[in-house]
């Protein structure tokens, strides 16, 4: 029940969060980045939160992301797929 109550937090959170993020960065998304991010903010508390507290997006740039994620992937054995989604999530809430 505490999971799911963290979940249905979090995509509410980043609905709001996501289209007024990139707007004020200047920077536009397409469909399909927005997709993606979608399923990362999904997936993000299922993957993260199962071992360590998960991390919000603006605590590391995105080159540190790309490593945290890379290590993270060989730790977890989570498909290239999902580890993209997350990545795309944790860019669009910097």
């Not at 989604?85 to 860019?91: G, T, V």
Request: charged share 20%; aromatic share 6%.
């Amino acid at each position: 029940m505490k999971c799911m109550r963290l979940l249905i937090i979090s995509l509410l959170v980043v609905v709001a969060i996501l289209p007024a993020s990139r707007v004020l960065a200047g920077e536009e998304q397409t469909p399909e980045q927005r997709k993606l991010a979608m399923e990362g903010a999904r997936l993000w508390p299922i993957y993260c939160a199962q071992c360590h507290n998960a991390r919000p997006g603006s605590e590391f740039s995105p080159n540190q992301w790309d490593a945290i994620l890379m290590h993270m992937k060989t730790q977890s054995n989570m498909p290239a797929k999902n580890i993209r989604a997350i990545k795309e999530f944790l860019k669009t809430v910097r």
